[in-house]
């Protein structure tokens, strides 16, 4: 049971450009609407995996190693 519930999520890393809903096997399906520069929304309906794909900038240099 339970009910769709519209989930936001943030990325305080990554300046998001977009975010796609896509199935199993990364087929993209939906846009998603993005939350200013480092959040999406997606509804999430009860016992449901949702898989999102993320396309941005880093914000911070990776480690030098």
Request: proline share 11%; charged share 20%.
């Amino acid at each position: 049971g339970g009910k769709p519930r519209t989930v936001e999520i943030s990325t305080p890393l990554l300046t998001l450009e977009s975010a796609t809903e896509t199935d199993a096997v990364e087929r993209n399906h939906n846009p998603l609407p993005l939350l200013a520069a480092h959040g999406f929304r997606v509804e999430v309906h009860p016992h449901e995996i949702v898989t999102v794909r993320l396309i941005g900038k880093q914000l911070l240099a990776p480690p030098v190693e």
